[in-house]
C-alpha cells in the first residue's frame, strides 16, 4: 500500500529525516513511536504529500506520491494532525461536512447525499449530540474525535493521526484507539499511528515503527519491537516489559529513579 524508498527530509540545514525505507502492507495497523524530535510527525506529512522529500521516493499503490493529483491523493489520504486551527467557530456538523469536499465538483455546493453521508460518520462515532455545538463548546477529546469523524468521512483508504489521544483522559485514549482499530477490523483501513503512549500503541497496533534521530530503529509485529534493550536504548531509561492482565498485550514499566 505505502513504500518509502531512502527518503531524507530537512528544514533548511537540519537533517529531520535520514533514509527511510519502510513498506506498509494494504490493512496494517502501525503505530509510530519514538522520542521527541525523532521525525514522526516529518514522517506523517512527507506520507500524506504535504511535505516534499529532498531524496528518495514515496509510492501509494505502486505509483509515486508526486504523480498523483492533489485531489486524488485526497481520495486516498486522510490525515488528523495535532491541534489543527479553524478561524472560524464552526459547527461540528459543518467541519464534519468538510470531509466530504474533495468530492465536488467545481463550483459545486455539499449534496444531501453529503449531508447524510456526515450524519451517518457521526451516528457511528456516536457523536450526533454534538452536531449542533460549535468548536468552542467541546471538551479536548470530544475535538479530537470530532477530528477523526472529518478524516472518517472523507472516505479513504489510508488514515494518518498524528497523537489523537495526546493530553486525553484515558477513557478518551482508549476510545480513539478502539474505534481505529474497530475501522482498521471492518472497513480494512490502512492506518499509521503517532503515540507517545507506548503501552496505547503496543495494545491496539498490529506493527510498530520506531525512529529515533531521524532513522528507523525497528519495525516489525509488536512481540518483536516491544522489547526492553530496544525501548531503553531509544528512550535511554531502563524499561521493564511486562504483560497486561486483561489482554495479554505487553506493558512497559520503567524505573525514573535511575
Not at 514515496?58 to 481520495?75: D, G, H
Request: neutral net charge; contains cysteine.
Amino acid at each position: 500500500m505505502i513504500e518509502v524508498k531512502n527518503i531524507s527530509f530537512e528544514y533548511d540545514v537540519s537533517p529531520i529525516l535520514n533514509d527511510i525505507s519502510i513498506k506498509i502492507e494494504k490493512c496494517d495497523f502501525v503505530g509510530i513511536i519514538g522520542p521527541n524530535g525523532a521525525g514522526k510527525s516529518t514522517l506523517l506529512k512527507c506520507l500524506s504529500g504535504f511535505l516534499d522529500v529532498k531524496k528518495g521516493g514515496i509510492f501509494i499503490s505502486n505509483k509515486e506520491l508526486e504523480k498523483y493529483k492533489k485531489i486524488e491523493l485526497a481520495k486516498l489520504i486522510s490525515i488528523v494532525v495535532q491541534q489543527p486551527y479553524f478561524e472560524f467557530d464552526f459547527k461540528v456538523k459543518d467541519i464534519v461536512l468538510m470531509g466530504r469536499f474533495p468530492y465536488l465538483k467545481f463550483w459545486q455546493n455539499f449534496s444531501k447525499n453529503d449531508e447524510i453521508a456526515s450524519e451517518k460518520t457521526l451516528e457511528e462515532l456516536e457523536l450526533s449530540h454534538l452536531s449542533n455545538r460549535h468548536l468552542s463548546e467541546l471538551s479536548g477529546g470530544e475535538f479530537q474525535l470530532v477530528m477523526l469523524a472529518r478524516a472518517l468521512n472523507q472516505n479513504t483508504e489510508i488514515l494518518l493521526l498524528d497523537e489523537p489521544a495526546t493530553h486525553l483522559d484515558i477513557h478518551h485514549q482508549i476510545r480513539i484507539f478502539s474505534t481505529l482499530k474497530e475501522l482498521h477490523i471492518t472497513q480494512k483501513k490502512t492506518i499509521l499511528a503517532i503515540s507517545h503512549n507506548i503501552n496505547l500503541a503496543a495494545e491496539f497496533c498490529d506493527k510498530i515503527l520506531i525512529l529515533s534521530e531521524g532513522k528507523v530503529a525497528d519495525f516489525d509485529s509488536v512481540k518483536n519491537v516491544i522489547v526492553e534493550n530496544k525501548l531503553s536504548k531509544v528512550y535511554q531509561v531502563p524499561i521493564k516489559i511486562t504483560q497486561n492482565p486483561f489482554t495479554q498485550k505487553p506493558n512497559i514499566v520503567y524505573d525514573y529513579e535511575k
